[in-house]
């Protein structure tokens, strides 16, 4: 069964600091790994899309990492805001069924002044 | 910049009775999918809808839930007996092709009474 464990379950860090979230996942055929960010009550948004030939993938002050030999994920937060506070929630998608996504449980980032 | 709506934002209906769900779409995007979030919970796969049919559905997608296109404009999901464990936050995406990126809409919450 196609699972995607995160960890941590939750985090507070100091607006500024940086922070690295984790993703796990057992997902064959593996066909892409997304990282999306969402708001409490609101719908997912994009951050970055890798396929299994990317190691790493930046969107401003996002920088997402794959190892596709030990199937594990990273999402690096760098000078948090508060605005990043939010679930960060991993995704990936099976080769063999690319419409159909597999959501982690999210890391819930809590940035405090 | 061009978003997935979704309507209702919020639906309260009694246990048995029917809903439906709408969702228009980005323009050019070919590909419609429902997701839903039990408060709480991971986010879960429905149904992706491609050339006007399904194309793939999970488990959770059984012979009370249904999705049309009718008007090639709004994308809708019918639960035409509602459950009290229906009650969850329900989410169309959208993507032009089948491995892009998924965007989307601001989520239905439907409570069920």
């Known amino acids: 069964k196609n699972q995607v464990e995160q960890s941590p379950q939750s985090l507070i860090i100091l607006e500024g600091k940086n922070c690295t979230l984790q993703?796990?996942?057992?997902?064959?055929?593996?066909?892409?790994l997304r990282w999306y960010k969402q708001d409490t009550g609101r719908g997912p948004v994009s951050l970055t899309i890798?396929?299994?030939?990317?190691n790493t993938k930046s969107n401003g002050r996002y920088t997402a990492t794959l190892d596709a030999d030990t199937k594990q994920s990273s999402l690096h937060i760098t000078a948090s805001q508060l605005s990043d506070s939010a679930s960060y929630i991993c995704?990936?998608?099976?080769?063999?069924?690319?419409?159909?996504?597999?959501f982690g449980g999210g890391t819930r980032l809590m940035v405090k002044p | 910049e061009p978003e997935v709506t979704q309507t209702p934002s919020h639906q309260v209906t009694q246990m048995g009775q029917e809903v439906i769900l709408r969702c228009v779409p980005i323009?050019?995007?070919?590909?419609f999918y429902w997701y839903r979030q039990i408060l709480g919970q991971k986010v879960e796969f429905l149904v992706s809808?491609?050339?006007?049919?399904?194309?793939?559905k999970s488990e959770i997608f059984d012979d009370q839930f249904s999705v049309e296109r009718p008007d090639g404009s709004n994308f809708t999901l019918k639960i035409r007996s509602t459950k009290l464990e229906d009650s969850a936050m329900y989410f169309c995406?959208?993507?032009?092709?089948?491995?892009?990126?998924?965007?989307f809409g601001p989520g239905t919450r439907l409570t069920v009474l």
């Open positions: 993703c796990n996942y057992t997902v064959s055929p593996f066909s892409n």
């Open positions: 809808f491609y050339n006007n049919e399904i194309s793939e």
């Open positions: 995704v990936v998608s099976a080769g063999n069924a690319g419409n159909m996504l597999t």
């Open positions: 323009s050019n995007h070919l590909y």
């Open positions: 890798m396929t299994f030939s990317e």
């Open positions: 995406a959208t993507s032009a092709h089948q491995r892009n990126e998924q965007f």
